[in-house]
């Protein structure tokens, strides 16, 4: 599966004696490896001084393990340079993070927790604050309705420095609004999915609207067993139904792969 999204972000970071707004920019490809897995790659640009500097610019690999809708795991790289008004300065940034989510009908919230370690480039090895490293807690909150592109969100996120470089203190506090803005006229594949109904079977009815509901489109056949020859034209069309079908079992939920575009804009 390959999504592309392009988001289009804005932020208001407070820091302790300082307030600021930016806009941020970023484009994303992201690959469905195997079941639960996937890798990223993300280029943002982001500006300070209310949108009237550039700030910085970056580039973002990411592997993630998705367990279910509630709980998934990613670790990455971050490569990028920062405006420190002369000139800009180059950072490598290595991360872990687990997130954890909740859902009540439309709402959904959802809690970050991601360590990770920054090395900023032209200092030297052992320089105070050449190394530096963040614990990050994210609190979020999604509105997400049926068939809706748009989703309304809000995000709080608090930045703790750990460990040696200003171990302990807050390094800012971060909100983030807006709205992400989902192209629903994507191509979508849809997998065939043969459901057969033997004597004495049942809940196929049920088991198609579970089917089409993950996105994929059933054929229900009944077994005809009134007759031999019943029973020798039945079994020809259900081998004829396996070979078109991408899968065949009444009790599966099935999650179609999607190529698309979405956006997200930030006020």
Known sequence: MLIAPVPLSAQ???EPLEHDFGIWGDLTIKKHIVSGLSASVLGNIRTKENSSQIDQWRINPELQFKFNDYFDLSAGYIYFRSNKGIEYQGNHRWYGAVR???????VHLHLRERFEQTIREG??????????????SRVGIDLKFENCPVTPYLNVENFLYVFEYKGGEMAEMRYTAGVKYTNIATKTAKPRVFIPVFPGTNCEY????AVRDAGANPEIFVINN???DGVKKSADIF???????????SRRHFAPSV????????V
């Open 239 to 249: 081998a004829s139904k396996i070979a078109s079908s991408q899968a065949s079992n």
């Open 259 to 266: 190529n698309g575009l979405s956006t997200t804009a930030h």
């Open 226 to 228: 009134l007759t031999a």
């Open 206 to 209: 049920d088991s198609a609207k």
């Open 100 to 106: 954890m989510a909740v859902s009540f009908g439309p």
């Open 123 to 136: 200092m030297e090895p052992g320089d105070y604050g050449r190394v530096y490293n963040y614990l990050r």
């Open 12 to 14: 208001e970071e407070v």
